[in-house]
């Protein structure tokens, strides 16, 4: 089993910038792939980033790229979701996850532990 557990949300103005961070417990955080999604109101979760268990393999959506970065620090058992030069539309619950091959992907039903999410909302 592992627990992940997000912080970090809030209000933002757009433009503006948020770290989130997700602190694993459990089993070996190292040997897990961790990945970030979202969830808008009315709107089916999607994918945000990923990234390996040894960070060599990132990947990102494309509205995503250039502004997110996605970074673990294995002996933290941490990863983090720095996002700079948010928007309105970036306005969502945010969950972190966790999939035990150890990959990066964006595919959902590849991660089998989840948190409970942080929200985040950036005003115009």
């Known amino acids: 089993q592992v627990q992940l557990v997000e912080s970090g949300g809030g209000l933002v103005q757009a433009g503006g910038s948020l770290r989130l961070s997700c602190a694993a417990s459990?089993?070996?955080?190292?040997?897990?792939?961790m990945g970030w999604f979202r969830q808008a109101p009315g709107k089916e979760r999607e994918f945000v980033a990923s990234?390996?268990?040894?960070?060599?393999?990132?990947y990102y959506v494309d509205s995503a790229k250039g502004r997110f970065t996605i970074t673990r620090d294995n002996a933290k058992n941490t990863v983090y979701l720095q996002m700079n030069s948010l928007k309105p539309e970036d306005t969502a619950k945010y969950y972190c996850?966790?999939?035990?091959?150890?990959?990066?992907?964006?595919?959902?039903?590849?991660?089998?532990?989840w948190g409970q999410g942080t929200q985040v909302t950036v005003s115009s």
């Open positions: 459990g089993r070996t955080f190292s040997t897990f792939g």
């Open positions: 990234i390996s268990r040894s960070s060599t393999s990132v």
């Open positions: 996850a966790a999939e035990s091959t150890g990959r990066a992907t964006g595919r959902m039903t590849a991660y089998e532990y």
